[in-house]
T-cell receptor
Framework: GDSVTQMEGPVTLSEEACLTINCTYTATGYPSLFWYVQYPGEGLQLLLKATKADDKGSNKGFEATYRKETTSFHLEKGSVQVSDSAVYFCALTPYGGTDKLIFGTGTRLQVFP | GAGVSQSPSNKVTEKGKDVELRCDPISGHTALYWYRQSLGQGLEFLIYFQGNSAPDKSGLPSDRFSAERTGGSVSTLTIQRTQQEDSAVYLC???????????????FGDGTRLSIL
């Protein structure tokens, strides 16, 4: 079945460092891809999405590009802030399905001043 | 507020008891999803409702779990004869109608933290 694999955490960075969180997927057809974020004490929020190959999703300085050839959707940010500390989840919805989300295991990001 | 509302926010109960968790979706959202977030299993899909269609129950882990959605709005997730492995955060999400060729984002509630003693 469809699945998502993302890098283990925690990822620990200093403020203004570059961030990459790797995400790869296994799916038939053309799934839609997402990054969700869960800030401490808060609910899951959609960070960005991409619905077809070569699409780039972006929000709050974060970007991710839908790479069909490598089945990847890596999350990147050029300069992280302390306020970016959260758990990040890569997810997909299967092609032609009910839009149920299949999540990766999550990656905790800790940014220190 | 206009977001997805879940209640209770926390529930502690004894093993073997039944529990009911409630979700109020965003007004006008026809799709409703339940997920479970646990340490051992991460975030898992449980069940999906869309309008008057038969629900997709493919993620329910056992027949102790059931859910209903009355009037196309409020949903209740029921767990019978709870076990310790049911301890988790149960998340509800809603969205506009999916499957229309436009992927509709899901909006999540803050969840119900369920602890089974």
């Amino acid at each position: 079945g469809d699945s998502v694999t993302q890098m283990e955490g925690p990822v620990t960075l200093s403020e203004e460092a570059c961030l990459t969180i790797n995400c790869t997927y296994t799916a038939t057809g053309y799934p839609s891809l997402f990054w969700y974020v869960q800030y401490p004490g808060e609910g899951l929020q959609l960070l960005l999405k991409a619905t077809k190959a070569d699409d780039k999703g972006s929000n709050k300085g974060f970007e991710a590009t839908y790479r069909k050839e490598t089945t990847s959707f890596h999350l990147e940010k050029g300069s992280v802030q302390v306020s970016d500390s959260a758990v990040y989840f890569c997810a997909l919805t299967p092609y032609g399905g009910t839009d149920k989300l299949i999540f990766g295991t999550g990656t905790r990001l800790q940014v220190f001043p | 507020g206009a977001g997805v509302s879940q209640s209770p926010s926390n529930k502690v109960t004894e093993k073997g008891k039944d529990v009911e968790l409630r979700c109020d979706p965003i007004s006008g959202h026809t799709a409703l999803y339940w997920y479970r977030q646990s340490l051992g299993q991460g975030l898992e899909f449980l069940i999906y409702f869309q309008g008057n269609s038969a629900p997709d129950k493919s993620g329910l882990p056992s027949d102790r779990f059931s859910a209903e959605r009355t009037g196309g709005s409020v949903s209740t997730l029921t767990i019978q004869r709870t076990q310790q492995e049911d301890s988790a955060v149960y998340l509800c999400a809603s969205s506009l109608r999916p499957g229309t060729g436009i992927n509709q984002p899901q909006h999540f509630g803050d969840g119900t933290r369920l602890s089974i003693l």
